[in-house]
């Protein structure tokens, strides 16, 4: 079981960036995924999570309405669209995997974690 994030890097405050997550293990259960990010001293944070299923999504209020969540069932690839980035978007990000029975927006749900991409955006 391997996910790979990528995607990251430097941007200006207004601009764009998508990260993408690929799952290494066909047979993988993908059923919810999920998205976190931190940031130097901070503790990991929710960003978004997904059911592979139905794309029933769930944001952060800090990004909701700038970041989308979306999965390619096809390519084994999960997505973050990034709009609208502002500098306290500013960290790195994971893509990870959720037990489908635990909350989506606790770290302790997610089991498996891929390494993280990190994102830039300056002011």
């Known amino acids: 079981v391997q996910l790979q994030a990528s995607g990251g890097g430097l941007v200006q405050a207004g601009g764009s960036l998508r990260l993408s997550c690929a799952v290494a293990?066909?047979?993988?259960?993908?059923?919810?995924m999920g998205w976190w990010r931190q940031s130097p001293g901070k503790e990991r944070e929710f960003v978004a999570s997904?059911?592979?299923?139905?794309?029933?999504?769930r944001y952060a209020d800090s990004v909701r309405g700038r970041f989308t969540i979306s999965r390619n069932n096809a390519k084994n690839t999960m997505y973050l669209q990034m709009n609208a980035l502002k500098p306290e978007d500013t960290a790195v990000y994971f893509c990870?995997?959720?037990?489908?029975?635990?909350?989506?927006?606790?770290?302790?749900?997610?089991?498996?974690w891929g390494q993280g991409t990190q994102v830039t955006v300056s002011s």
């Open positions: 997904i059911v592979w299923r139905d794309s029933k999504a």
């Open positions: 990870a995997r959720k037990d489908p029975r635990l909350d989506s927006t606790r770290a302790s749900s997610y089991d498996v």
């Open positions: 293990e066909a047979t993988f259960n993908t059923a919810h």
